[in-house]
């Protein structure tokens, strides 16, 4: 890459500063790796003018990249979709980016949109087998979980149905018992009036056995005289 030379001490540093980073992945110091990608980026993004912006372009890319790759390593999930994003803005079919980006989504249960980068990420290079088979893994879930939202549909719509049934059951219960109530209630009327009626009848015999007794006796009393 042609670096102007009123640039190279400030692109010379940059990549000096990359190299490390890279050196510490290498020997597995993610977290240092990632430290030094910070650093070498926040200098790169101290770049003002388009020339100077289009000189470390490159760099950037290759720095959010590689920290994207120690964020995955240490699976800081989301700080991975950060520095992925970060180079899909600069280079929005970068293979790897969206690759690193993917996986990341998948793990934090972001399904849909780790499908679509990694989908872009087997078009972009075809042949990632990575690529393809965490897309296959993402796919897989998917599915079970468009399952799981379908099972979890019928058996709300089960329970809501058993629900109703026995809401209907209970008004239905509640109906017979208020019917019951009031057959009750009306039985116990016509008793009550049947109680009277029977006690009237039997004031009013007692009445005609008087008088007929008294009858009796005043007849017994004139054929006396």
């Known amino acids: 890459m042609y670096i102007p030379r009123c640039l190279v001490p400030f692109a010379a540093e940059i990549s000096r500063l990359k190299d490390v980073g890279n050196g510490h992945f290498k020997a597995g110091g993610n977290d240092e790796a990632c430290k ?3 650093d070498a980026i926040k200098q790169a993004e101290l770049a003002t003018s388009d020339k100077a912006k289009a000189e470390v372009k490159p760099l950037l890319v290759s720095l959010n990249n590689n ?6 390593k240490l699976e800081h999930w989301d700080e991975v979709v950060v520095s992925a994003s970060a180079v899909l803005e600069l280079e929005p079919n970068n293979s790897k980016a969206l690759f690193r980006r993917g996986v990341a989504r998948s793990k934090i ?6 499908h679509d980068d990694l989908l ?6 075809p042949k990632d087998r990575a690529a393809r088979t965490e897309l296959a893994s993402v796919q897989a879930a998917l599915k079970a ?6 099972s979890a549909f019928s058996a709300k719509f089960e329970s809501s149905a058993a629900a109703a049934v026995a809401r209907e059951e209970a ?4 109906r017979k018992r208020e019917e019951q109530r009031l057959k009750d209630a009306e039985d116990a009327k016509l ?10 009848l039997r004031a009013v015999q007692k009445v005609q056995r008087e008088e007929t007794r008294r009858a009796r006796l005043r007849r017994f009393l004139g054929e006396e005289a």
């Open 67 to 72: 920290s994207a790759a120690a964020r995955l």
């Open 191 to 200: 008793r009550d009036e049947w109680k009277l009626e029977c006690t009237r």
């Open 36 to 38: 030094v990608y910070q």
């Open 145 to 150: 979980q468009r399952e799981g939202q379908r």
């Open 171 to 174: 008004k239905e219960a509640a």
């Open 120 to 125: 872009a990420a087997c078009k972009s290079d």
């Open 109 to 114: 249960g972001q399904l849909s949109s780790a």
